[in-house]
């Protein structure tokens, strides 16, 4: 009987269980995601070959992302016993004993994790299929190595979150069994208020930028700390930002509560609101500060390293493409390109040299490619005969794919015209490297590899493009992807820790802005009163979470030479899917909040 | 003459959609509140009194027939205009308090000035008078959850009257209180409408509380059955044996 109505309770209150189930499974899907590229240690290798340590980065990435899971669940159990205190305190008014009561919360629990794991590495099996394939078909990237359904990233996340389930199981059962009847019917009534003295505050505050300063101090010198940075900084700035949280937006509240601005319209309710849940937020806002700052950053580092793959393959030479002897079928497809220089050079080959005639070169001169790291930007310089005949390097690399092991040799006009052999052509060009023009490039690559003497497509490499799709591209791509397809996921985390975390909360605020309707409070300040609440749980995370990624990004000075190149492009999306998810959770908020009034 | 504060005119309420099974909550109700009045409404469960007071107080919409509070329509009112005309003309106390837990008993008592633009030092000014003069202000700082049932009752019936309301309702006020917190806030309800002036209509089921009032309407099954009142020269305890003896045979 007793099993019947906890079956029943379930059902009536179903849309309170697909907040919790969903909100689950999206974490737990996420967790399976990142252990998917943590725990694939032949992925990390092969890709991460220029990182040094990843292996030891993801290894702390877990060790973070295991600590949101741990606050996530809490508030998912919260939310699970504030729903069921009140069924549990009515069976036992029934008569039901202390022990079936224990029985009954600790299979539930049980259930409920056990389900929305299954179901996590499920979706999470899915995500990453689909990831894979997006990313990688969008973005032109490899990922080798990567496998969708990595069975130790399955144990990984059973293992956690059946813990963690059997922990809150057992916790409920025995608070459940332990508190008497009334108390449990009653529980939704209560409103407890903890204030801790302004002393406490203020240590509290103090402590937090302490461990904020030695944070930043240590990536700033990742350097001098090495392998030390990476735990150090992720200790001290976790908990940095929850003390500072704790203390200085609490004061701050309370600070202006006591001013007239707090006396105006509805903004002494809000910041009373405020107050009340600053503790439970804090928490919170920790943690979405935590996740924001990782998801901004991951997307920010790959874009990073998209943006540092075109730059380093631009700036290996001056040109796109060197062709020689450029065949009909090449020519038509260079005039559909847009070409910002071109010239082209008479050769012959003789012996185990490629002569070319000088005076081509003085009409024409050869250019070489400079790279400037701080503007990142690259800027071509002519050389002269002189130069070219001193080291001819910059020309040599384009003639080994054709005529391998043979030495260039600038030679006057007369003596170009004795030396025996067919007179060729070398064409040298560079054109803008356009999405557009990409397959035109490849064709023209391909073509011209077609001519190559190298077995091994990395010694054939003719120019920009080569160099970018053969010898770049894998080096970085690996990293790229692990960027976005993190980042995609630590906002999807993000999302999903907002949203429980909020609408919990907006079933306890029915009450009290149906309350303030009979006050007569107008729609209009109600819903602006909700937009302000929900805005400081959006902007507070955001602020620190921004900081804590111009700061981070210093830890990716080695790699990616300037960090901050175009981060611009990652911030606005990231700034528009924020505003956008910021509205949406609104909406639900206050069509759940203000339905009936 | 008195001016008319309340005016009700064949007011009918149904409950239940048209092609669903009606119930006829009020059966065409009359009757009207002068300035100054202290008036209670009795009936049993479910004799639709509850209904009218939330219909009088703006929470509900009559099915047909007026309320006219200060000459408004208020059935007509929409929006806006409803929610100010709730902040600056009406006053109510809840049975169970519906005080916001997050604030504190004086921010309670100020919202409705907030919420009218009054200035931060005026509302100050303002709480401290009514808290003075409700013997309540010793308990401005605190929060509902420190405050016992008594207590928050006279919290709530302050915020009820900072902004000198046109009319002040209770629905069934003392529900929730011990008897000597009972008999207070029915004192000081009195007191009110004594020296304050301001029109009271009270809904309740206990004859004690009723006692209290200068007029008692009985409802029905959604009709208005007897009127009662209250001699200038006759006692509480002698009123209150009057409604006793009244319902004694109304109910049966």
Same mark, same amino acid.
């Given at each position: ?459 054939? =490499?003719?120019?920009?493009?080569? $160099?970018?799709?053969? #010898? @770049?591209?894998? +080096?970085?791509?690996?990293?790229? !992807?692990? %960027? &976005? ?50 805005? =400081?749980?959006?902007?507070?995370? $955001?602020?620190?979470? #921004? @900081?804590?990624? +111009?700061?981070?990004?210093?830890? !990716?000075? %080695? &790699? ?38 | ?252």
């Amino acid at each position: 009987m007793l099993q019947k109505l906890a079956v029943n309770g379930i059902k009536n209150r179903w849309k309170d269980y697909l907040v919790l189930f969903s909100g689950l499974v999206i974490s737990s899907s996420i967790f399976y995601l990142f252990e998917t590229l943590s725990t694939n240690g032949r992925y990390l290798k092969e890709n991460g070959a220029i990182v040094s340590m990843i292996g030891y980065i993801f290894a702390f990435g877990s060790i973070l992302l295991t600590l949101i899971t741990l606050v996530y669940i809490n508030y998912a159990n919260n939310f699970l016993l504030s729903m069921r205190q009140r069924d549990y305190g009515l069976f036992m008014m029934l008569g039901a004993r202390k022990g079936k009561i224990g029985q009954l919360i600790w299979i539930e629990t049980m259930l409920i994790g056990f389900l929305s794991t299954v179901v996590g590495v499920i979706v999470g099996i899915v995500l990453s299929t689909g990831m894979q394939n997006i990313v990688i078909k969008s973005l032109g990237l490899t990922a080798r190595y990567y496998a969708p359904i990595w069975w130790k990233a399955i144990l990984w996340t059973f293992i956690l979150y059946l813990g963690l389930f059997f922990l809150a199981a057992i916790y409920n059962t025995f608070l459940m069994t332990r508190k008497p009847a009334l108390k449990l019917l009653k529980s939704q009534q209560k409103a407890a208020k903890k204030q801790l003295p302004m002393w406490m505050q203020f240590i509290q505050a103090l402590i937090g930028i302490i461990l904020l300063t030695i944070g930043y101090g240590v990536i700033q010198n990742a350097v001098k700390y090495g392998s030390k940075t990476i735990p150090i900084s992720l200790f001290t700035i976790t908990f940095g930002t929850f003390f500072v949280f704790n203390s200085i937006v609490t004061v701050g509240i309370s600070l202006l509560r006591k001013t007239n601005l707090a006396k105006k319209n509805l903004n002494g309710f809000t910041l009373g609101q405020l107050e009340f849940r600053v503790h439970d937020y804090t928490k919170i806002l920790t943690v979405v500060t935590m996740l924001l700052a990782l998801a901004l950053g991951a997307i920010t580092t790959g874009i990073g390293f998209n943006n540092i793959t075109d730059k380093t393959a631009e700036a290996q030479s001056a040109y796109t493409f060197g062709l020689f002897q450029p065949t009909s079928k090449q020519r038509t497809l260079i005039k559909k390109l847009d070409i910002e220089q071109q010239s082209s050079y008479s050769y012959k080959v003789s012996g185990n040299a490629v002569y070319f005639e000088e005076t081509q070169f003085e009409k024409q001169p050869f250019q070489t490619v400079k790279f400037n790291s701080k503007s990142f930007t690259s800027s071509y310089a002519k050389l002269s005969v002189a130069e070219l005949k001193k080291d001819s390097y910059p020309l040599q690399k384009f003639t080994e794919s054709i005529q391998p092991n043979r030495q260039v040799v600038l030679v006057d006009a007369q003596k170009f015209t004795a030396i025996q052999g067919q007179q060729q052509t070398a064409l040298f060009f560079r054109a803008k490297d356009t999405p557009d023009a990409q397959s035109i490039l490849s064709q023209i690559s391909n073509l011209e590899y077609a001519k190559s003497k190298q077995k091994d497509r990395t010694d054939a =490499i003719q120019g920009n493009y080569d $160099a970018k799709i053969y #010898v @770049v591209k894998p +080096l970085y791509s690996g990293l790229e !992807f692990m %960027g &976005i397809f993190l980042g995609i996921a630590f906002l999807a985390m993000l999302a999903s820790c907002l949203m429980f975390k909020i609408l919990s909360g907006a079933f306890e605020d029915v009450r009290r802005y149906s309350m303030l309707a009979k006050l007569g409070v107008r729609k209009s300040l109600l819903q602006g009163a909700i937009a302000k609440e929900i805005g =400081i749980l959006f902007v507070l995370p $955001a602020v620190v979470g #921004v @900081v804590h990624v +111009l700061i981070g990004l210093n830890l !990716f000075k %080695g &790699i990616l030479i300037n960090p901050y190149y175009g981060i611009w492009l990652p911030f606005t999306i990231f700034a528009v899917l924020y505003l956008l998810y910021y509205f949406i959770v609104l909406f639900m908020y206050q069509r759940i909040v203000l339905k009936k009034i | 003459m008195q001016e008319t504060i309340i005016e009700v005119n064949n007011l009918r309420k149904i409950y239940g959609k048209k092609n669903e099974k009606q119930y006829e909550a009020l059966k065409a109700v009359n009757f009207s509140v002068k300035d100054g009045e202290f008036v209670g409404i009795m009936g049993a469960s479910g004799s639709g009194k509850t209904t009218l007071l939330n219909m009088l107080a703006t929470f509900d919409k009559p099915t047909s027939g007026s309320v006219k509070i200060k000459g408004e329509e208020i059935a007509k009112l929409k929006g806006n205009a409803l929610a100010d005309f709730r902040a600056s003309r009406i006053g109510f106390i809840f049975q169970d308090f519906n005080l916001l837990e997050n604030l504190t008993a004086a921010e309670n008592i100020g919202l409705p000035l907030s919420l009218q633009g009054v200035s931060a030092k005026r509302i100050d000014a303002i709480i401290t008078k009514v808290a003075s003069e409700l013997g309540i202000f010793e308990l401005l700082k605190k929060y509902p959850s420190e405050l016992s049932g008594g207590q928050k009752q006279r919290v709530a019936c302050a915020r009820a009257l900072v902004h000198n309301p046109a009319i002040l309702f209770g629905d069934e006020p003392t529900g929730a209180l011990d008897s000597k917190s009972a008999r207070e806030l029915l004192e000081l309800m009195s007191e009110v409408n004594k020296n304050m002036g301001t029109s009271i209509l009270m809904v309740t089921h206990d004859a004690f509380s009723a006692s209290f009032c200068k007029r008692i309407i009985f409802i029905k099954d959604g009709r208005i059955e007897r009127e009662l009142i209250r001699e200038d020269n006759q006692n509480r305890s002698n009123f209150y044996q009057e409604v006793l003896d009244l319902l004694g045979t109304f109910e049966q």
